[in-house]
């Protein structure tokens, strides 16, 4: 196949003894190189135009390299736990029934099975990072590995998922990045100081990427980086479409390169995009549908 014969420029270069235009993430491989890991990043309060309208190396180096869509939706219910919950279980609040907004024990859990849950039950191992610790609605214990709440900003959250990532190799792993949402509420929806918290997120997506890198797993893992909600003002009430709309990053093994993507991506489509590449069976009952549109 002609195809799968061709060189990238990248490729190309290192073979010609030339040094790279870019450095590469992800070396091209043959078709059909499996995936074994998932990584999932929720940066919360991500407005897709804080990624794609400024300077942002890391995720720069994602999208270009992988399949994206600035236009994907989360659900009605534009806060971070409906929305998360929506995203980790593949369905919507009537099913899940996580309507509230803070931690609150005697409310229980998620009553949805998340994929964390279904990776755990198949033996998989599984890690959460998170900067919100109501985020344990909807991974309590039994359901995933190991749960840990490092910090609220991204430094702390990233480097002690960092530290995880590099030496155990998790199968699937939930991060948590709460820098836009805190300086959206403060200061403003795509206000400077906004600008430069999603700035401080990228970084930290860095020091994930890195760690993949020098576990040598970047070349097996899915990533994918979205959000839980956008937001206008000093909100995200769910009353305008900005609120709702969130990026959908995806890249890795067979993940076409800089491919925009053209189907209507909703955040419950996460969770069967995920158990999909980890060749979980998906469970008849979820809504969202696995985006196969990313892949070669
Ligand atoms: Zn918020």
Known sequence: MAFALSLSPTEA??????????????????????????????????????????????????????????????????????????????????????????????????QAPTIFKMAVDQGMKTAAFVGKFKLRHILPAGTVGVFERPGYYCRKVSEEAARYLEKEKPELTFVHFSDPDEAGHSAGWLSERQKRAAQTSDACLGTLVQALERAGTLDDTLIIVSA???????????????????????????????????????????????LTALGLPVPPGITGRPIKEIFE
């Open 13 to 110: 270069a290192v073979r010609s003894g030339l040094p790279p235009a870019g450095q590469s993430l992800v070396k091209p491989g043959p078709a059909g190189r499996p995936i074994r890991r998932v990584l999932i990043l929720s940066e919360d309060g991500m407005r897709p135009e804080l990624i794609y309208k400024q300077h942002m190396p890391w995720h720069e180096r994602l999208y270009q390299q992988g399949a994206y869509s600035w236009h994907a939706r989360t659900i009605r219910t534009a806060s971070t736990l409906p929305s998360h919950a929506s995203m980790l279980s593949g369905v919507d609040v009537n099913l899940h029934r996580l309507t509230w907004n803070n931690w609150r024990p005697s409310k229980g859990f998620i």
């Open 228 to 274: 839980d909600h956008g937001g206008h003002n000093h909100n995200h009430s769910g009353a305008l479409a900005c609120d709702r709309e969130i990026p959908w990053i995806a890249h890795g093994p067979n993940v076409r390169r800089g491919y925009l993507i053209r189907s209507r991506i909703s955040t419950m489509d996460t969770a069967p995009t995920a």
